[in-house]
């Protein structure tokens, strides 16, 4: 086997779970920052990124397009980051379409929406505290 290779019996657990547990929500209990998809997108990323390393740029972009396409309200904003990350970077390998373009134009306005919110919430906490004794 070739070091940093996928084992062969990895790439199938995480197909079997893509295709056939695409719905799994995990459990968010005790973790701020998870969402019910979170599992499912991971394996989804891994899945993609396993089909680019073998030359199937076109199967990883559907993957994910699809992935975000029915679960991406369910996915905590850092795991959506890091497959945009991914996909965009697929997306200028493989050439950029209108549908990629205006994709990418979404996502950066729904992630300026969450720093925005996330900045007020800060801001409002910092001055709800009394500093004096």
């Not at 979170?38 to 073998?54: I, P, Q, Y």
């Not at 199967?59 to 996909?87: G, K, M, N, P, T």
């Not at 493989?94 to 373009?101: K, L």
Request: hydrophobic fraction near 40%; glycine fraction near 6%; charge should be neutral.
């Amino acid at each position: 086997m070739v070091a940093g290779a996928e084992s062969r019996q990895k790439v199938e657990i995480t197909c079997f779970l893509v295709e056939n547990c695409s719905e799994h929500k995990n459990s968010i209990a005790g973790c701020v920052n998870c969402a019910p998809a979170d599992t499912v997108a991971r394996a989804t990323a891994d899945l993609a990124a396993f089909e680019r390393r073998m030359g199937d740029a076109r199967a990883a972009i559907r993957l994910l397009e699809h992935l975000l396409a029915i679960r991406s309200d369910e996915i905590s904003y850092w795991v959506q980051a890091e497959i945009y990350q991914s996909l965009g970077r697929m997306y200028l390998e493989s050439g950029v379409t209108p549908e990629a373009r205006a994709r990418f134009s979404n996502i950066c306005h729904k992630f300026s929406e969450a720093r925005n919110i996330t900045n007020r919430w800060s801001a409002g906490s910092m001055h709800s505290k009394s500093f004096t004794g």
